[in-house]
């Protein structure tokens, strides 16, 4: 979205009337937006509230670094910074509940690993970030194990 703070502003308000049943929105900026300056953590802060709305504003102009391992550290500390424990969760916990993360889901094994680790008694409270919802990666720290798919793209995240 080009035209500034306001445009976005604006695009923001036009997917909630667009999609009103929505859990939350991602605000994704790109090569212009790095360039021009546009802020779209205030904005994003206050839709947030507006809406009373998880709103995560993920700086990633270019997807940057080698294998585009940075562009996943930003978003990965977009999630913590703008998703982790911001609010109630509500959770029923058990002593096996597992995280797969860094499974982009490209070929369906993300389908494949769920059931399996289902069939062998834990369960999968996330599997993200490829087929993850809001809700998932908001019950992500809830998890007694994260289990890593991508090393290089989330083991710190874990």
Known sequence: VFGGDKKLEQVIDEVEELFPLNKGITVQSECPIGLIGDDIEAVSRKKA????????????????????????????????????????????????????????????DAWASRILLEEVGLRVVGNWSGDATLAEIERAPKAKLNLIHCYRSMNYIC
Not at 63 to 72: D, E, N, T
């Open 49 to 108: 509230k507006e809406h009373a709305k998880t709103i995560v504003p993920v700086r990633c102009e270019g997807f940057r670094g080698v294998s585009q391992s940075l562009g996943h550290h930003i978003a990965n500390d977009a999630i913590r910074d703008w998703v982790f424990d911001k609010k109630e969760v509500e959770f029923e916990p058990s002593a096996y509940d597992v995280n797969v993360i860094g499974d982009y889901n490209i070929g369906g």
